[in-house]
């Protein structure tokens, strides 16, 4: 095989502008490349054990290779290997018309990049030629180093590993008719709860199969040998079938090797054409087995082993990334580009191909590039109680309303690892019922229930987010003190939700049995630390931590999270009886402002003190302070923070940028009818941040009080105690700074 490395022949497509390597003739294409293995009109090849199908196959994978390496190198930036050692099974799935695929790893972005530009999907960014791939790679509004919602085509986001599976299962149970495979890398399958999430999701919906696990067995991860790299096939097989899994299909590339190559993992691309499409026409056979068995109701996995870098510019973990050194005229990018170099006929037959396959590029034909219709909900049953009444339990006035929702949405599921009966939200189960093998009215539990409830925080998170991702209606509950383990994909499906292309069901959680709840539980058990997170997430622009005050306000604010798009809305309460102070309206008209004014108290003396409060059960001490100071003659005025995110100033957040952007913020009159006065202090049961807004706004003296650490302590007023939280704290406080 010769290359060129001058212009483009004028016989080349348009598409092709950029590519600086072209070959004169490949082997094979004149007997397996001249007629198109998917042919006009037709979705998928016809026969998956056929030769002409397998040697084009290989072509698609070169293809891709070629183009991850000569993007990736226009950079001297990203990660060429992973997807490279798996190139084939990728190929092989898009042309036996399988387009959904995700990913668990974001080092393969390079790959799907590529993937959607030979399909066309990219043309939706003015992606059209090679050229532009390589200029618009890693570079703003272009393709991010890891795979987002941004990019036509791409299903879901992919950052930290431990997360794909969600959104494939995600997508399987909105879809079941429809194939979602996505790759795992081995370096990555020791993650945390990837096996575990995914043996849950097949108890709970054991149906629910057409999602299939590729794994990608290439023998190393970044930086070193994989984990289960010394893994025979048998230990492999052993292994996913110990873990429910009850088709395994594997192709091994050393049983082609007709090059001596040394270890376990070979390299195809160094194969002899005849044992290069043996190989690719096994791996083609193989998925389509497990893509009929996978559709047909057996939880399937299918494993390509092949080394890792295969056909590019490293092998190994040599292979995972560039270096700044490793530019398009280094001698390992130049020699990688030159063999992997295709005739302008072939790069033809491949985008031919990749363009029909599944009936279209994936920028129109995924089931991420529509908006999923949903039921319409009807009037929620709220109930208003009355100012000053009875106390009630915020958690269990909003279950009743989730308990509505899942009534009219049979999509919708409720996520909860630690319980709805500890949380007050008994009633859910009443309503939805456990999703639980074992039917038992005694504790609400159904095949056919709306509740899902893996021990897990990861898994609850995981599932409910990434059906909000995929379209659907979902609610995460949580302790707030457990929640931290799940916040990493919720931040990932926000993060890609402010950049998502259509509008989705906002992502939205219950956090319950806040710190000052579980005192008698110890340090263990509080974990308000958790709305830091929360409070940094703010500055993105579609992210509404809401803190109602009482059983009224957290129904409006339930109310006002189900009308939102492309949001992580956050709803922490208490799940203790509390007073009620709030109307409906009060609380709508918080969620504007950002705060509503629960008391005005006139003094003598012309200062006023405000005190601005997060949170419901820190309200008490607050107060009773709050009557001290009147009684020494001061102005008071308690303000509870419901939605601290208004209360920033526009500029303070990245919301202009959100694709359903929200650009409502408390104006100057506004923030000043509320915390205009002489002192300003902050209260929180949980962290200082989400005070923050406040305290950048106002210019009167200020302080606050706010979580510092947990303890054993037998009441809420204790623990207060041991965080300097106390009426007489912050009365002696207010006085020091009204002087």
């Known amino acids: 095989m010769t290359a060129v490395t001058s212009n483009s022949p004028s016989t080349a497509p348009a598409f092709c502008e950029g590519i600086q390597y072209f070959s004169d003739r490949i082997p094979g294409f004149e007997t397996y490349g001249k007629i198109s293995a998917i042919a006009d009109g037709a979705r998928a090849i016809a026969d998956p054990h056929d030769a002409n199908a397998a040697y084009q196959t290989l072509l698609t994978a ?15 930036s990203g990660h060429p290997g992973g997807f490279a050692s798996q190139a084939e099974a990728y190929a092989a799935f898009v042309m036996l018309g399988h387009k959904n695929i995700l990913t668990e790893v974001g080092h393969h ?41 941004f ?11 431990g997360q794909g599976q969600h959104f494939a299962m995600s997508a399987a149970f909105l879809h079941r008719e429809t194939l979602f495979p996505f790759t795992i890398g081995d370096g990555g399958l020791g993650e945390p709860y990837i096996m575990s999430s995914m043996a849950h999701f097949n108890t709970a919906f054991p149906t629910v199969t057409n999602f299939l696990p590729v794994l990608v067995w290439n023998g190393y991860s970044q930086e070193h040998h994989s984990m289960v790299s010394l893994k025979s096939n048998e230990e492999m097989i052993a292994y996913w079938k110990g873990n429910g899994f009850e088709q395994v299909v594997l192709v091994d590339a050393k049983d082609f090797d007709d090059q001596n190559q040394p270890g376990a993992y070979a390299d195809n691309t160094l194969f002899s054409l005849e044992r290069r499409i043996e190989f690719a026409k096994a791996v083609v056979s193989a998925a389509d087995q497990a893509a009929k068995s996978a559709l047909g109701g057996t939880l399937t996995v299918f494993i390509i082993k092949q080394l890792k870098g295969a056909g590019v510019h490293a092998r190994g973990s040599k292979s995972h990334n560039l270096y700044a050194h490793h530019k398009l005229d280094h001698s390992d990018i130049v020699a990688a580009l030159q063999n992997l170099a295709l005739t302008p006929e072939a790069w033809a037959l491949v985008r031919s191909n990749c363009e029909r396959a599944g009936g279209g590029s994936a920028s129109k034909t995924v089931v991420t590039e529509s908006v ?11 109930e208003e109680y009355e100012v000053g009444g009875e106390a009630k339990v915020s958690t269990t006035a909003m279950g009743r309303l989730v308990g509505h929702v899942g009534g009219r949405d049979r999509n919708f599921l409720v996520t909860n690892a630690d319980g709805n009966e500890a949380s007050g939200i008994a009633n859910i189960n ?27 925080e990861d898994a609850c998170a995981g599932l409910a987010a990434g059906l909000a991702l995929m379209g659907s209606r ?8 457990f929640a931290i383990n799940g916040l990493p994909i919720w931040q990932t499906v926000t993060q890609a939700m402010a950049e998502l292309r259509r509008p989705a069901p906002s992502t939205i959680t219950l956090f319950t049995a806040g710190a000052l709840e579980q005192g008698r539980n110890g340090w263990t058990h509080q974990r308000p630390e958790i709305e830091a997170y929360f409070a940094a997430m703010m500055r993105n622009g579609n992210v509404f931590p809401l803190f ?31 007073p009620i102070r709030t109307t409906f309206e009060q609380t709508r008209q918080g969620l504007k402002e950002g705060a509503i004014a629960l008391q005005e108290l006139a003094g003598s003396l012309p200062q006023t003190i405000v005190f601005a409060v997060v949170g419901d059960m820190i309200l008490a001490p607050v107060f009773e302070a709050a009557t001290n100071l009147q009684g020494q003659g001061y102005s008071v005025r308690v303000v509870s923070v419901v939605n601290p995110r208004r209360l920033y100033r526009p500029h303070d957040v990245a919301w202009d940028s959100c694709s359903e952007p929200d650009g409502d913020f408390a104006d100057d009159a506004t923030f000043e009818r509320l915390f205009s006065g002489d002192v300003v202090i902050g209260i ?18 200020r302080d606050t009080f706010a979580w510092k650490r947990g303890e054993t302590t037998a009441t809420p007023g204790e623990l207060l105690a041991v965080n300097g939280i106390t009426a007489d704290a912050i009365v002696k406080r207010a006085l020091q700074l009204a002087q």
């Open 430 to 456: 009443q309503a939805l019922k456990i999703i639980h093998p074992t039917e038992d009215p005694l504790y609400f539990q159904s095949p056919q229930g709306q509740v899902y409830e893996p021990l897990s």
């Open 684 to 701: 929180s049961g949980g962290v200082s941040g989400m005070l923050e807004p406040v305290m950048l706004r106002s210019t009167a003296k």
């Open 474 to 481: 979902t609610l995460w509950c949580s302790y707030e003190s």
């Open 62 to 76: 070169d293809a891709l290779r070629y183009l991850i390496v000569q993007m990736t190198a226009s950079k001297a």
């Open 151 to 161: 990019i036509p085509g791409i299903l879901a986001p992919a950052g930290p590993l």
């Open 372 to 382: 999923l219709p949903l039921p319409d909900l009807g009037q929620l049953p709220l």
């Open 109 to 149: 972005a390079p790959g799907f990049y590529c993937a959607m530009f030979l399909d066309r999907s990219l043309e939706a960014m003015g992606i059209e030629t090679v050229q532009h791939l390589r200029d618009r790679f890693r570079e703003k509004h272009g393709l991010l180093g890891h795979l987002s919602g």
């Open 548 to 578: 109602p005050p009482d059983a009224n306000s957290i129904q409006a604010c339930y109310e006002w999270a189900l009308t939102t798009q492309n949001k992580g809305v956050v709803i922490t309460s208490s799940k203790s009886p509390l």
